[in-house]
């Protein structure tokens, strides 16, 4: 562990919240791929649509159009809309240049609610039984549970893969929100996402310096929590090839630093314990 960057006061520390994706929850690169392309293959057969190898490149010509288009707008991707578009690409649909936006209504005309919603879920599924459980997550929420609430707060596409693994994890009784970007309207590093969280925690209006945020990401966690008057602690491990939007980006030259800087969430037992809550 290391406590570069600003001294944190353990004793000021009323709740910690939680990034999922490469915090809690390494995302392999492998098991990603290995998940996308069963549900490509299960969506063609179920559907009748021509060849899974298609609806893996029209799924990444849509994720890349998305990552762009809302990502960097400030809005969460839409998994029902990509899936949507790439069934209808799938049927003919042609797409538009990356330029121009889609056409939804001519999408939705095209591609069944129905279907849709049932892609959506058997992709929910897979993610949630072909990424492992990491066996160190629990004893830390355990721990750290005994003396503040913990909350998720996590930029996700859907809500109901957090929620389920969650579930799967046994983690339910550790968490006193999940508050996911999907739901919010809002992604990291808007201050908005944070302040649903204080909501969520019952803590609007505490004071600044209160809440504890953890990531792996510097410029939505680490830069987003401090801007919302948080204390942000990063997580230094790297997960190499990580699939999900935003994994190694390097903050911005005016982002504000971590906190604290941590090599394991094992790190942050002695962080708080040794300082409990005031």
């Known amino acids: 562990m290391s406590d570069s960057g600003r001294a944190v ?31 490509a ?14 609806f893996l490149e029209d799924w990444e010509s849509e994720r890349s159009r998305q990552w762009a288009e809302d990502v960097a707008e400030g809005r969460e991707m839409d998994l029902e809309r990509r899936f949507a ?19 939804d209504a001519a ?4 591609a069944d609610r129905v279907e849709v919603a049932w892609a959506v879920e058997r992709y ?21 549970a005994t003396d503040r609430p913990l909350a998720i707060l996590s930029n996700w596409p859907d809500a109901p893969t957090i929620d389920l693994f969650v579930e799967r994890a046994g983690w339910g009784p550790y968490f006193a929100a999940v508050v996911v970007s999907a739901r919010v309207g809002a992604i990291k590093p808007d201050v908005a996402i944070f302040r649903t969280a204080e909501d969520a925690l019952g803590m609007r209006g505490a004071p600044a310096g209160t809440i ?45 630093p971590a906190d604290v800087e941590i090599d394991a969430l094992s790190d942050l037992v002695p962080l708080l314990a040794r300082l409990p809550a005031g």
């Open 124 to 144: 929910r599924d897979r993610w949630v039984s072909g990424v492992a459980v990491p066996f160190d997550v629990a004893p830390v929420l355990a721990r750290l």
């Open 41 to 54: 293959a299960e969506v063609s057969a179920r559907l009748g649509l021509d060849g899974a190898d298609g």
């Open 85 to 103: 578009r790439v069934i209808a690409r799938r049927r003919g649909l042609a797409a538009p240049p990356p330029a121009l936006r889609w056409d």
């Open 212 to 256: 504890l945020h953890v990531g792996d990401d510097r410029r939505a966690d680490v830069a987003g929590a401090r801007r919302a008057g948080w204390r942000a602690a990063w997580l230094r491990r790297r997960n190499p090839g990580s699939p999900l939007p935003g994994a190694g980006l390097d903050p911005d030259p005016d982002d504000p």
């Open 107 to 110: 999408v939705d005309a095209v």
């Open 9 to 39: 006061d353990a004793t000021a520390i009323r709740a910690v919240t939680f990034d999922f994706g490469d915090t809690l929850v390494p995302v392999p690169a492998a098991a990603f791929r290995s998940i996308v392309a069963a549900t």
